[in-house]
């Protein structure tokens, strides 16, 4: 599939307009693969690059409880928080769409180790977004850049864990300052991993542990389902 560009005038028209409600808005972006239908609700969803095993469980559940609905999976495409999540998204069939911080090359797109995800991503019918030129490599500057993207696309953002110096927190702040619903997940009193979400849970970010939660905040009614069609839809394949 080819590399197409956006520029800023269409970003209405594609669907992402949101984006225009952040400071300094990107002039332009390069795409492969599809956008969502429209109605489709974003959810960026944020964590550690060592992400635990307890965070790899949360991470899946919520997203394996929210297949079935008009909800895309908005994540950085990096190790950890960001692959669980596309690959849950793409597990159970939703949408994803994948903001790396590097260009959409094949040659350059990182991590290399997720380019086989970013393929899988598009030839399932999701979306890779960036706003660098295609044969960009990334630079350890790029991603805050590439955050505030996430959060711009996004109706909330999910934080599955996030350490005291997790990249995770600049997310968190962005979603708070674009005026995004800010969701967390909680962790056990003294796990490290657990220091962002309780500190945003804190300042009155909303707890998350369950993926009805989400609907709630994204204005998706709940639909009702027998507890057999509840329990093959949560089964990983």
């Not at 399932?124 to 295609?134: F, V």
């Not at 939660?213 to 709940?222: D, S, Y």
Request: hydrophobic share 40%; aromatic share 4%; proline share 7%.
């Amino acid at each position: 599939m080819e590399i197409e560009t956006i520029e800023k005038e269409e970003y209405a028209e594609r669907g992402i307009g949101q984006l225009l409600e952040i400071p300094n808005p990107p002039e332009r972006l390069w795409m492969k693969g599809a956008f969502p239908p429209d109605g489709t609700k974003m959810l960026a969803v944020v964590g550690s690059r060592a992400l635990s095993s307890y965070g790899q469980y949360a991470c899946e559940e919520m997203i394996a409880g929210l297949a079935g609905y008009p909800i895309s999976i908005v994540s950085g495409l990096a190790l950890g928080a960001d692959a669980v999540a596309h690959r849950a998204a793409l597990a159970y069939g939703m949408h994803t769409i994948a903001v790396p911080g590097s260009g959409l090359n094949d040659s350059t797109i990182g991590p290399r180790t997720n380019l086989g995800l970013a393929k899988e991503i598009v030839h399932k019918g999701g979306l890779l977004l960036s706003e660098h030129e295609p044969g960009h490599m990334s630079r350890p500057t790029d991603f805050p850049s590439r955050n505030r993207i996430m959060a711009g696309l996004a109706d909330a953002v999910l934080i599955i864990e996030a350490g005291p110096k997790s990249g995770t927190l600049i997310t968190a702040r962005l979603a708070a300052d674009y005026n995004r619903d800010l969701l967390c997940i909680p962790h056990r009193i003294g796990d490290p991993h657990g220091f962002g979400g309780h500190l945003f849970i804190r300042l009155g970010a909303i707890l998350v542990s369950e993926p009805s939660h989400i609907l709630e905040v994204l204005g998706i009614p709940e639909l009702k389902t027998d507890t057999t069609v509840a329990a093959s839809m949560r089964a990983v394949p």
